[in-house]
Antibody
């Protein structure tokens, strides 16, 4: 079945970096994109960005420009999200989610498959 | 950047009642590229509606989406016990994809 499986929980100190992985299975990885969305405790959903499974093109939310890098490995059907210069405000559950092969518009069609979420805690 | 405002913040209803959730955009959403998601506590969100009115795979027909331009609506025709959750809208009409703040539908 179609699924996204994310890496486990992470604990980081302020100023550090974190990498979260998202392994896809059950579909053609290069035909879709992967989005990253986070949710701070008790808060709503926050869009972080998108990466094409086909060519690695990215679309980062302005808030995270310069601090986030999204990559993918087509050999293992895995997407990665690196976030640098962490602060306590980055404590959240991070989700990856599949969408269409474009970062927005006609072929995006919403995020139809979600990972289970990865809890990232930033604390000294 | 398009800002999405969802209202009301909380909707208190009983099973069997009709729920009407609003999502208002600060600018027109291109070609009605708007989605709705449902999220229950401790779970990942689930896609309900995309392109403003198209139901995602496996979504019951009691869920419907409508609207265009700056005003969009998610309607749940008859609430089932499993429908009590938080609902988010998302616009993807331009590169600055964004979510609304959410509406919680709770049992009255």
């Amino acid at each position: 079945q179609v699924q996204l499986v994310q890496s486990g929980a992470e604990l980081r100190k302020p100023g550090a970096s974190v990498r979260v992985s998202c392994k896809a299975s059950g579909y053609t990885f290069t035909s879709y994109g992967i989005n990253w969305v986070r949710q701070a405790p008790g808060q709503g959903l926050e869009y972080m960005g998108w990466i094409s499974g086909y060519n690695g093109n990215t679309n980062y939310a302005q808030k995270f420009q310069g601090r986030v890098t999204m990559t993918r490995d087509t050999a293992t059907n895995t997407a990665y999200m690196d976030l640098r210069s962490l602060s306590s405000d980055d404590t959240a559950v991070y989700y990856c989610a599949r969408s269409g092969g474009y970062s927005y518009g006609q072929y995006y069609q919403g995020m139809d498959v979600w990972g289970q979420g990865t809890t990232v805690t930033v604390s000294s | 950047e398009i800002v999405l405002t969802q209202s009301p913040g909380t909707l208190s209803l009983s099973p069997g009642e009709r729920a009407t959730l609003s999502c208002r955009a600060s600018q027109s959403v291109s070609s009605s590229y708007l989605a709705w998601y449902q999220q229950k506590p401790g779970q990942a969100p689930r896609l309900l509606i995309y392109d403003a009115s198209s139901r995602a795979t496996g979504i019951p027909d009691r869920f419907s989406g409508s609207g265009s331009g700056t005003d969009f609506t998610l309607t749940i025709s008859r609430l089932e016990p499993e429908d009590f959750a938080v609902y988010y809208c998302q616009q993807y009409g331009d590169s600055m994809v964004a979510f609304g703040g959410g509406t919680k539908v709770e049992i009255q």
